[in-house]
């Protein structure tokens, strides 16, 4: 199999992850603690959300203002097999705030918003936001590489898709 | 949407190579060889991309020198496209097939004559037209090695990472689940990077639960 064959296989995992963010969202308060020099950050799910299936001619369900992720009709998306193919993010860490969206194929983040930044113009302000948008990045890998510690272990059927699977059912989390 | 102001959408890519000690001579040697030019009107090409300064298109006399930013080389993408548009080509055959209809008194003309005009009428308004410029910034961290190219598009993406890796002589990987998994910044096992192989999807629904919500939509 060739790396594009290998890409095309593993795309499912973008709306996996996207799922499983807002399941730990309810999970845990939306609080990931990423260790390191990262820290804890806090993650909602804003007023855009895009369900589907994997199928291709499957009936895509676009979700506009309030919160989405809480409403009946996202819940109902959930227990006909759909899972989040785009989705409105926040991700705040103290005093700062990123706003985007994310993609499931390319799993991509898009239209970032950065938080303010006081400098305007010239490369200090570049050099600022490039170092807010790098660190974005650490972020967004630091919670697909957990994801992925999780999805690809050997306790991924045994122990967690169980409780996705009872979140999706009930709609309350089982308490670990 | 770009590195400088506003909301940020870009494409990323990992360089697969390390830089070798004397990168930046090579880069710059990339850059003066692929800047962006002009079309010549005159000439057959329809395309021409290049490299030009990130702040302003149609300033292609940049070194590395001025792209630089501390660790990051900032630059511009250029594509100029020069095609008559269609309809203004039908029109214009038109009217020289109609001319040429009346001087060889002929009410036919054959496909060789409109063909020969089609050209003809092509080759005088490809210098009246005025081409169409694309641009997009890159941003390339030398020191992480992570490349920023600011458009979606994905016939602009190719564009790009073809100029890049003609220009500079090393290869990227775009940014795909499959491909950030193995990003050595996330350090997953080898195990686990197997796993990823023939990892399959899974319903995050189980079937009682799916039969329930199917009956009771009916």
Not at chain 1, 152 to 161: G, I, Y
Not at chain 2, 96 to 107: H, P, S, T, V
Request: hydrophobic share 40%; glycine share 6%; with cysteine.
């Amino acid at each position: 199999m060739d790396l594009s064959d290998k890409i095309k296989r593993a795309e499912f995992l973008g709306a996996e992850f996207m799922t499983w963010l807002w399941y730990c969202e309810e999970a845990q308060g939306g609080i990931f603690d990423l260790g390191g020099d990262l820290g804890q950050i806090e993650l909602s799910f804003e007023d855009r959300l895009t369900m589907s299936t994997a199928a291709a001619d499957e009936q895509e369900d676009s979700f506009k203002g309030g919160r989405p992720t809480s409403s009946i009709e996202a819940r109902m998306a959930l227990r006909l097999g759909k899972l989040a193919r785009q989705a409105k993010i926040r991700i705040t860490q103290g005093e700062q705030e990123w706003i985007f969206t994310l993609r499931e194929a390319p799993l991509m983040m898009t239209a970032i918003k950065l938080p303010e930044i006081m400098t305007k113009g010239g490369q200090t302000q570049f050099f600022e936001r490039m170092f807010l948008l790098e660190h974005l990045e650490r972020i967004y890998k630091a919670l697909f590489q957990m994801f992925l510690e999780l999805r690809l272990s050997e306790e991924w059927r045994s122990d967690h898709l169980p409780m996705l699977r009872q979140w999706v059912a009930s709609g309350e989390v089982e308490e670990g | 949407m770009g590195a400088f102001q506003g909301g940020l959408t870009y494409r990323q890519y990992r360089v697969n190579q390390h830089l070798p000690p004397q990168w930046q001579k090579k880069v710059q040697e990339g850059l003066s060889r692929h800047l962006a030019k002009e079309i010549d009107p005159s000439g057959d090409d329809e395309r021409s991309v290049g490299w030009c300064n990130a702040h302003f298109a149609l300033d292609t006399s940049i070194s590395l020198e001025q792209c630089l930013y501390n660790e990051y080389v900032v630059i511009g993408v250029r594509i100029d496209t020069l095609v008559v548009p269609k309809r203004l080509l039908a029109v214009y055959c038109e009217r020289e097939e109609r001319r040429a209809m009346q001087e060889l008194k002929k009410e036919v003309l054959s496909r060789y004559e409109r063909a020969e005009i089609r050209d003809k009428v092509e080759e005088t308004l490809r210098k009246k037209v005025l081409p169409t410029i694309k641009t997009a910034e890159v941003v390339w961290n030398w020191e992480t090695g992570y490349v920023r190219f600011f458009s979606t598009s994905k016939g602009l993406n190719e564009e790009f990472v073809e100029l890049f890796e003609e220009s500079f002589g090393l290869t990227l990987t775009p940014e795909y689940a499959y491909t950030v998994a193995h990003d050595p910044s996330l350090g997953l096992s080898t195990e686990l990077l197997k796993s990823l192989d023939t990892a399959e999807p899974t319903a995050f629904v189980d079937q009682d639960t799916l039969i329930d919500t199917l009956r009771g939509e009916l």
